[in-house]
């Protein structure tokens, strides 16, 4: 790799024959082992979209003013979070995966630096170290870290793999520790949105951070939120001199997020019917698949929040795939999200009511 950065081999490639068996199921796959969203686009963003589709010049890093005062505006509604300010404290992105994975590059963090997150996480925050040269750290207690210095810490809360919802307590607890020793918090909140067993908090919310976004930033993504995966559309707010700087370095970078994209966010987030709909639907589902897999013996934990159920059949996590991939049904491997996942899967919500109603029938035959 360029500047000898190593990355890991791409674990996907390891379900390859798990897929296989689950699609050699005569009624077909039941796909539960990516959070792809399913469902249409909302006809809102997809008129807002070809609306804005004769875009000839180049669109601002910054992203326009009705971008950036849609998402204050949906924090504020949604969240009651109002310590955003719409001219220096919201940037768009990409998606949030690009940024996750040059978040650590873009604040200028380097080989003497060390990134905290979770232990059992998505794969990109590890990346995103690895990217900028600094070392990625998986732990869960800061206390653990000794006595180490991160530069940066990330929390995702409700998380994936599992769906934990950290309370607000843990949260301060986090953003006040990261205060004291001199590092960045970056909260990874694209599931903001799906709490269904508490109501997710915040880095935003002034009960977690004190009353300033000082040192602290969230990421936002309308991939879940809206089934915008496939537009690219995301944004990060927080501490207006870290947006600054992300916001410098992108601009030399050129990574601004398409002028159609940045006008079908907008509609986006102005609207929350779509997202009320959205929720019932996954609710719907989840209800219909948790029941279906404890009746078939599996364990469920955490699981308050996002798009999937953490499970357990208290065996190694690639028996219960091969387990279910006999059913037609093919999950993740807990062990894609660390070390302490080996005995768990990962079930996403993102299937049809079709393809989930198939699932519920194989579990309970
Ligand atoms: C925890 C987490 N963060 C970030 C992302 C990236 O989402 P996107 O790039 O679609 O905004 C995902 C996608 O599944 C995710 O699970």
């Given amino acids: 790799m360029p500047g000898g950065v190593s990355l890991p081999g791409f674990p996907w ?65 949604r969240f009651g979070i109002d310590s955003i300010d719409a001219e220096t404290g919201v940037l768009p992105a990409i998606g949030t995966k690009e940024l996750v994975a040059w978040l650590p590059t873009l604040l200028g963090l380097g080989p003497a630096d060390v990134v905290v997150h979770p232990e059992l996480a998505y794969p990109t925050y590890d990346i995103g170290a690895r990217l900028a040269g600094a070392s990625p750290v998986a732990v869960d207690s800061l206390v653990a870290l000794g006595p180490q210095r991160p530069a940066l810490v990330w929390v995702n809360s409700p998380a994936n793999p599992h769906g934990r919802i950290l309370p607000a307590e843990h949260l301060a607890k986090v953003v006040s520790w990261a205060r004291e020793h001199g590092a960045l918090v970056a909260a990874d909140e694209c599931y903001l949105e799906f709490g269904w067993e508490a109501a997710p908090s915040s880095v935003l919310h002034a009960e977690v951070n004190g009353g300033t976004v000082e040192n602290v930033i969230a990421l936002h993504s309308l991939s879940k939120r809206s089934n915008l995966a496939g537009y690219r559309a995301g944004f990060v707010a927080g501490d207006p001199s870290m947006v600054r700087q992300l916001l410098e370095v992108r601009k030399h970078a050129g990574m601004m997020m398409p002028a159609p994209v940045q006008a079908a966010m907008a509609a986006a987030l102005d609207d929350d019917e779509h997202v009320d709909q959205q929720r019932q639907r996954y609710r719907q589902r989840r209800d219909i698949l948790r029941d279906a897999l404890v009746g078939a013996g599996f364990r469920i934990e955490h699981s308050e929040g996002a798009l999937y159920l953490w499970a357990t059949r208290d065996e190694g996590c690639w028996d219960t795939v091969g387990w279910l991939a006999e059913r037609g049904i093919l999950v993740a491997p807990g062990e894609f999200y660390g070390p302490a996942g080996r005995s768990h899967v990962r079930v996403a919500l993102t299937a049809t009511d079709e393809r989930v109603a198939a699932a519920a029938e194989r579990l309970a035959a």
């Avoid at 959070?35 to 979209?49: H, I, N, S, W």
């Avoid at 804005?52 to 204050?72: D, M, W």
């Fill in 13 to 77: 490639d390891s379900l390859v024959p798990y897929r296989e068996r689950a699609q050699a199921h005569p009624h077909g796959v039941v796909d539960l082992s990516v959070g792809t969203p399913v469902d249409e686009t909302p006809a809102v963003v997809r008129d807002a979209l070809a609306a804005a589709s004769n875009a000839p010049g180049y669109p601002t890093t910054l992203g326009t003013p009705a971008v950036r005062e849609a998402a204050v505006g949906w924090l504020k509604r």
